[in-house]
């Protein structure tokens, strides 16, 4: 059974920084992707960025480009979410999630079950 754990979220103010981690189990994915989407309150759920496992290639939403660096650690099954300069509109639960490369969560069939991240203003 594959299984995704998030951690590292939390309360922060604006321009500070936090660092999610997702640690994957239960099967090899060399071949998936792993990606992070974010659901605000009264939102629906929104890519943030994906990697792919060699981590030879990332993409980002315009919204994170520049302050968010999505990594992956192999040699742990571990994936990581550095967000800098963060916004109060980064508010939101936040999701790892492993699948096929894409921006669309539909792609993916495996997820977390999401951390708390709070930026106050």
């Known amino acids: 059974q594959v299984q995704l754990v998030e951690s590292g979220g939390g309360l922060v103010q604006a321009g500070g920084s936090l660092r999610l981690s997702c640690a994957a189990s239960?099967?090899?994915?060399?071949?998936?992707?792993m990606g992070w989407f974010r659901q605000a309150p009264g939102k629906e759920r929104e890519f943030v960025a994906v990697?792919?496992?060699?981590?030879?290639?990332?993409y980002y939403a315009d919204s994170v480009k520049g302050r968010f660096t999505i990594s992956i650690d192999n040699a742990k099954n571990t994936g990581n979410l550095q967000m800098n300069s963060l916004k109060p509109e980064d508010t939101a639960v936040y999701y790892c999630?492993?699948?096929?490369?894409?921006?669309?969560?539909?792609?993916?069939?495996?997820w977390g079950q999401g951390t708390q991240v709070t930026v106050s203003s």
């Open positions: 990697i792919n496992w060699s981590g030879t290639s990332t």
């Open positions: 239960g099967r090899t994915f060399s071949s998936y992707a």
């Open positions: 999630a492993a699948g096929s490369w894409g921006t669309s969560q539909y792609e993916y069939g495996y």
